[in-house]
């Protein structure tokens, strides 16, 4: 048995698919047949070629949309590409040890590692992130649609796994594999890294599939094929587990898995408290997919769409057309085709090469977000283009996320007035009455909330970053994870702040955090007047059947009470024991 963080709820016994963090399967694939050795060659040196062509197209792109420093790092990567050395050691694994073109490449990158392991200048860091996102690029060329992820995993079966469902094990999960692993059937997750906000946490709960992260060393305890159970509620992982303990916990999956479905069942019923009370149950998304899943679970709307995922799955810049292309797509998706696009979220622990690497001390609370959109005026203006075109297609809002001062607001404000005048003087049409709002989820913000709703539509509470900011801890190392406590007395005394200023001040506020799929959470933000909620859409159902079965009295009491309680274990205690009154059956869903 081994621990780590719940980070989506629900239990999944099956088999384990232990991936490296890049480059697929783990464990070095063969050419079964040598005579194929030469066809394997000539596949390596045709997805050179390819990389190197690609890279060409890039430089020029990227120097056209984001300025000609930033296409500096697609030129050093041809020269990669074009390495003697590294094209003679692949081939040599191929041809000496029969290698497949992934695992050589997979077996040289780990050469790589090692050879800088220890090398703490800046030069040798990006150095290794080069070479890995060139190996990354080719093996991309090596499947039909230029997925590194999915090439990798080309050779393996996942639906193979003699009937069992497949559960996931790797080191991390980068963004652009979060993305890709949308065409796979797996029905588990188990990462090392990460917590409850990681991207391998955010793909589980958009998917309705049990997750564990922060699990130390799982893999090099566990291998493909290994039979492995998945407690997402409780954070536990079993690997190679006896019969006995198997077969409870796949009662347990059945329970599970039978409620969900008799829960989603509701999702054409109103979001209404059992006294009349009416709710906004929105969605978080990635993607169109997760715009079409929104719709089948009875939201009724997008409450944030989370545009970075578009610029990781590009391999360059998408460009104004491209992005209002894709954001089209999205609102016509959403239901009631209204969404909320959340301008991009990038930095911290999601980059991407054409805007540059920056090692710092702490990325969180650095070069990040509306930051770096402030950096690069050009991209940022071509976002902000994009999605007010797209705003003629349906119900648009704008949110800008980071934001910390009432001067970097004005900018902002400032910034879209300025891009309407251009596009009326060019004759575009664009969505006149794209309302903007704030992520408020930098304490600074929240402190001077009264200034901030003075200047903005609407806000959106991204707890998350909230909570990680007032406490001071990286909410995605699993050393300091357990202190961002969303049930924490002073998490819930400044979104109690929050509320009580949009209250006096009659503006819209939505919390799209994790804390607005989480059943304990949800009954004191209801109590504390919150009436839009946005989470993974695999929640709206459960929250949906909560909120039946409270009175707004019954809610506002717990508030009320949970505002009086010193500690974290007290409120806990306290909500768990109200859930249990009112919803018992629910309770297998809270993770927090």
Not at 336 to 346: C, E, G, M, P, W
Not at 434 to 452: L, N, R, S
Request: charged content about 25%.
């Amino acid at each position: 048995m081994y621990k780590g963080i719940a980070v989506s709820p629900g239990v999944v016994v099956g088999v384990a698919f232990r991936i490296d963090s890049g480059l697929g399967p783990s464990e070095p694939q063969v050419i079964s047949d040598r005579a194929l050795i030469p066809a394997e060659v000539a596949q390596f040196e045709s997805a050179l070629e390819q990389s190197a062509s690609e890279l060409k197209v890039f430089v020029q792109k990227v120097a056209q949309e984001v300025g000609d420093s930033k296409a500096e790092i697609f030129q050093s990567h041809i020269q990669l590409v074009n390495d003697p050395e590294l094209r003679d050691r692949v081939r040599h694994l191929i041809e000496s040890r029969g290698l497949t073109v992934t695992s050589a490449l997979h077996l040289v990158l780990q050469e790589y590692v090692g050879r800088f392991a220890g090398l703490e200048q800046e030069f040798f860091r990006e150095r290794l992130a080069d070479i890995r996102d060139v190996i990354l690029r080719i093996v991309g060329h090596l499947s039909i649609d230029g997925s590194p992820f999915l090439a990798a995993m080309a050779g393996r079966d996942l639906n193979e796994a003699n009937g069992e469902p497949v559960i996931l094990v790797a080191h991390e999960i980068l963004p652009s594999q979060a993305m890709s692993l949308g065409d796979f059937a797996i029905a588990g997750i188990v990462t090392e890294t990460g917590g409850g906000t990681s991207h391998a946490a955010i793909l589980a709960r958009s998917r309705g599939i049990p997750a564990v992260s922060g699990v130390a060393s799982i893999t090099s305890e566990v291998a493909s094929g290994d039979p492995i159970i998945v407690d997402g509620r409780d954070g536990v992982v079993l690997v190679r587990p006896d019969s006995e303990t198997t077969a409870a916990y796949r009662k347990m999956q059945r329970e599970f898995f039978d409620l969900k479905d008799r829960l989603v069942l509701n999702r054409d019923q109103p979001a209404i408290s059992s006294d009349g009370t009416r709710i906004e149950l929105l969605a978080n998304i990635n993607n169109v997919a997760d715009a079409h899943a929104a719709g089948k679970v009875g939201s009724t709307g997008v409450g944030l769409y989370r545009t970075e995922f578009l610029f990781l799955s590009h391999q360059d810049v998408p460009d104004e057309e491209e992005q209002y292309q894709y954001y089209k797509k999205v609102l016509e998706s959403s239901p009631n085709q209204s969404t909320t696009i959340r301008t991009l979220d990038l930095g911290g622990d999601k980059t991407v090469p054409y805007l540059g690497r920056r090692y710092e001390a702490n990325p969180f609370m650095g070069w990040r977000s509306i930051r770096l959109s402030f950096e690069h005026p050009r991209l940022f203006e071509q976002q902000i283009r994009a999605i007010l075109r797209a705003g003629r297609h349906g119900k648009v809002s704008m949110l800008f996320p980071m934001i910390t001062t009432l001067e970097e607001l004005r900018y902002v404000n400032k910034l879209v007035e300025e891009t309407k005048r251009n596009l009326r003087k060019e004759g575009v049409e664009f969505g006149e009455d794209v309302k903007t709002g704030v992520m408020v989820e930098v304490p600074a913000a929240a402190v001077c909330i009264d200034a901030i709703l003075r200047e903005t539509d609407f806000i959106s509470i991204g707890s998350n970053d909230l909570i990680q900011y007032l406490v001071a801890a990286d909410r995605d190392n699993p050393k300091v994870a357990h202190l961002c406590e969303p049930l924490s007395p002073a998490i819930l005394r400044v979104l109690s702040m929050v509320l009580d200023a949009c209250k006096r001040t009659g503006t819209q506020v939505t919390l799209c955090g994790e804390m607005a799929g989480q059943p304990r959470s949800v009954l004191v933000l209801f109590g504390m007047g919150l009436r839009r909620f946005s989470m993974s859409p695999a929640f709206v159902p459960t929250i949906k059947a909560l909120l039946s079965r409270v009175t707004t009295a019954q809610a506002e009491r717990f508030a009320h009470h949970v505002l009086q309680l010193k500690t974290s274990e007290e409120i806990r205690a306290y909500l768990t024991a109200r859930l249990h009154e009112i919803s018992s059956d629910l309770e297998v869903f809270d993770f927090s």
